[in-house]
T-cell receptor, first 111, second 116 residues
Framework: QKEVEQNSGPLSVPEGAIASLNCTYSDRGSQSFFWYRQYSGKSPELIMSIYSNGDKEDGRFTAQLNKASQYVSLLIRDSQPSDSATYLCAALTGTASKLTFGTGTRLQVTL | SAVISQKPSRDICQRGTSLTIQCQVDSQVTMMFWYRQQPGQSLTLIATANQGSEATYESGFVIDKFPISRPNLTFSTLTVSNLSPEDSSIYLC?????????????FGPGTRLTVT
């Protein structure tokens, strides 16, 4: 079974701090990785995609990928209360264009 | 990104009935995907809707329960049949969109189904 695993949280960080969200995957054939943000009652919104080892930065968000360790992370700098949401990690494997999702990490940014 | 609309946005249905959900995309795509998100859970892929061929269902999902239509390259419907309270979920359609450097999946706003 190809799996993507995340700590369900909640992860609580104070406003202005760095939030670190982690994800591991079991299928070494996974090629691409995605982070989605989902507010309660809303559909997932794509934040970042990452395809190669290393870091990818976009504004306050940095995605990190380590294929040798089968590990993906998302860093949110200067966390804001509006960042409070569930963050879903997803991996693309195989040739059928199907994403496998983790269970999500709930982030709470406190004032 | 992709502009995806779904109808209805929410519905309350009685058990034993069916609900058909529509998904419209702003441009042509080969594959459209249907997901289910049960309360407090992550996303589970139901099936891939291919234009011109039968949908491909994931393990645990069958055509009799979740018939799918794909009449053209911008539209698909998912029907949830013989509803039971366990079908209460958010149903989402999605598509891939991208170019040479990136290829990303985008979701519609979802349909929240409550079965009473």
């Amino acid at each position: 079974q190809k799996e993507v695993e995340q700590n369900s949280g909640p992860l609580s960080v104070p406003e202005g701090a760095i939030a670190s969200l982690n994800c591991t995957y079991s299928d070494r054939g996974s090629q691409s990785f995605f982070w989605y943000r989902q507010y309660s009652g809303k559909s997932p919104e794509l934040i970042m995609s990452i395809y190669s080892n290393g870091d990818k930065e976009d504004g306050r968000f940095t995605a990190q990928l380590n294929k040798a360790s089968q590990y993906v992370s998302l860093l949110i700098r200067d966390s804001q209360p509006s960042d409070s949401a569930t963050y879903l990690c997803a991996a693309l494997t195989g040739t059928a264009s199907k994403l496998t999702f983790g269970t999500g990490t709930r982030l709470q940014v406190t004032l | 990104s992709a502009v995806i609309s779904q109808k209805p946005s929410r519905d309350i249905c009685q058990r034993g009935t069916s609900l058909t959900i529509q998904c419209q995309v702003d441009s042509q795509v080969t594959m459209m995907f249907w997901y289910r998100q049960q309360p407090g859970q992550s996303l589970t892929l139901i099936a891939t809707a291919n234009q011109g061929s039968e949908a491909t269902y994931e393990s645990g999902f069958v055509i009799d329960k979740f018939p799918i239509s794909r009449p053209n390259l911008t539209f698909s419907t998912l029907t949830v049949s013989n509803l039971s309270p366990e079908d209460s979920s958010i149903y989402l359609c999605s598509v891939w969109r991208g170019g040479t450097a990136t290829y990303e999946q985008y979701f519609g706003p979802g349909t929240r189904l409550t079965v009473t």
